[in-house]
Structures are given as structure tokens and as C-alpha cells.
């Protein structure tokens, strides 16, 4: 079974940077695809970014420039680094992951979910 665990949210002011982290547990594929999505109060989850099982990234147009997705295969982690947040990325941040994705940053492509760390950005 997989299990995901995020971490590394919290709250900052408007121009600061967070990393999450999403620690895995119970792969039984290395090629897993893994992606971040969030969810603000009143809105629906969203892609944030995905790394796909053949090594491509992609994110969402909100976030390109700002937001970089990583793994690291030993650790089996997968980390999401925010850069210059702004008050809109205020959301639940979510790590999934499943052994294929036909579309990266669709939420119901993934089986495997964490239960989501909080970020809070102030202006």
C-alpha cells in the first residue's frame, strides 16, 4: 500500500518562500507520477505541479516561474519549493501519486492521496 505524508506548510508573508515536503511509503513501482494540487475555501482542488513517471514536468500557469516539483528517489520524497507567494496561494496543499496519469494535473487521475498541510500567505 502507498501511504503519503506532507509537510513544511505554514504561514508567511506575501514575497517569501515555503518548501513541502511529501514523504511516500509502500511504492512498489519507481515510476510513479506524483503531483501537488490545493484547495482553497469555496473552490474546487486544482493542479499545482506533477512530475510524470518519464521525467517531465509540468505546472500550472498560476504558479510557472515561482513553483518548482522534485523528487528524490532515495528518500522516495517528493518536494514542492514555492517561491514569491502571493496572498492567492493561500490554500491546503495536497501531494498525490499513482502509477500512471493520462493528464497530469487532473485531480481524479491519482489513487494515492496525503491528508494536506496548510499555507497561508499574508500581505
Known amino acids: 500500500q502507498v501511504q503519503l505524508v506532507e509537510s513544511g506548510g505554514g504561514s508567511v508573508q506575501a514575497g517569501g518562500s515555503l518548501r513541502l515536503s511529501c514523504a511516500a511509503s509502500?511504492?512498489?513501482?519507481?515510476?510513479?507520477?506524483m503531483a501537488w494540487f490545493r484547495q482553497a475555501p469555496g473552490k474546487t482542488r486544482e493542479g499545482v505541479a506533477a512530475?510524470?513517471?518519464?521525467?517531465?514536468?509540468t505546472y500550472a500557469d498560476s504558479v510557472k516561474g515561482r513553483f518548482t516539483i522534485s523528487k528524490d528517489n532515495a528518500k522516495n520524497t517528493s518536494y514542492l519549493q514555492m517561491r514569491s507567494l502571493k496572498p492567492e496561494d493561500t490554500a491546503m496543499y495536497y501531494c498525490?501519486?499513482?502509477?500512471?496519469?493520462?493528464?497530469?494535473?487532473?485531480?481524479?487521475?491519482?489513487?494515492?492521496w496525503g491528508q494536506g498541510t496548510q499555507v497561508t500567505v499574508s500581505s
Open positions: 509502500g511504492y512498489t513501482y519507481s515510476n510513479y507520477c
Open positions: 512530475s510524470v513517471s518519464d521525467g517531465s514536468t
Open positions: 498525490a501519486a499513482d502509477v500512471w496519469t493520462e493528464e497530469p494535473l487532473a485531480p481524479r487521475d491519482y489513487m494515492y
